[in-house]
């Protein structure tokens, strides 16, 4: 008898876990997308507020502003993690080992285009941030569509690429940080909310 109330403990204990496995990655991506909008966004209006002289800062300001958002966001996610838990699921995981993907590439690509910047002297290769991560968005988006085979999420990576290219165009001018910040509104925080939906229930 204490064999049998036992082996149906661990067979609800098992539904359980998978019923939780299949909420948790979406949950946990569409919470990160949220922060992540949420953070570089905000970052992004504080940057405009700077370079556009409504907020008077030195130009030390701008590193200031993005090293803070990316510690805040890093910050953010190790506890969401912590709360909601990893990704277990093969798709949920190829997903997250894409998007940890784009985000060391636009941490390396930053470092990269910063030095290239203070080696020549020139702010112009600065221009390159917007455009560079928009498409790297894209780039998460596309692996996103391609795992879940949703619609919409395909959608959500053509509009990165041509939120990309809006950016380059408008490169030279203060206003391509209010495009960036807009941008981390449908591109992070939409879908984010979205996922988090459209999430299957939990036990």
Same mark, same amino acid.
């Given at each position: 008898m204490t064999d049998r109330l036992?082996?149906?403990?661990?067979?609800?204990?098992?539904?359980? #876990?998978?019923?939780?496995?299949?909420? $948790?990655p979406a949950v946990l991506g569409g919470a990160i997308m949220i922060t992540a909008g949420s953070v570089f966004g905000a970052a992004s209006l504080i940057h405009w507020a700077v370079q556009s002289g409504v907020v008077a800062a030195s130009p030390w300001?701008?590193?200031?502003?993005?090293?803070?958002?990316?510690? =805040?966001?890093?910050?953010?996610?190790?506890? =969401?993690?912590?709360?909601?838990?990893?990704l277990k699921t093969g798709a949920g995981r190829a997903s997250g080992v894409a998007w940890a993907g784009v985000g060391w590439t636009i941490f390396a690509l930053s470092g990269s285009i910063a030095i290239v910047a203070w080696r020549t002297h020139s702010a112009v290769p600065m221009l390159l941030f917007p455009p560079i991560i928009l498409s790297l968005y894209g780039l998460g988006?596309?692996?996103a569509a391609a795992v879940s085979g949703r619609r919409w999420i395909w959608l959500t990576s053509i509009g990165a690429y041509g939120l990309? =290219? !809006? $950016? $380059?165009?408008?490169?030279?001018? #203060?206003? !391509?940080? &209010?495009?960036?910040?807009? $941008?981390?509104? &449908?591109?992070?925080?939409?879908?984010?909310?979205? =996922?988090?939906?459209n999430a299957p229930a939990g036990a």
């Open positions: 036992k082996t149906i403990q661990d067979d609800i204990a098992f539904l359980k #876990s998978l019923a939780q496995e299949g909420r $948790a300001a701008y590193p200031i502003i993005w090293i803070a958002a990316f510690g =805040l966001f890093m910050l953010i996610l190790n506890l =969401l993690k912590a709360r909601i838990g990893g988006w596309m692996v990309a =290219l !809006v $950016a $380059a165009w408008f490169s030279m001018t #203060s206003a !391509v940080m &209010l495009i960036f910040a807009a $941008a981390m509104v &449908l591109l992070a925080i939409v879908p984010g909310v979205t =996922l988090i939906r």
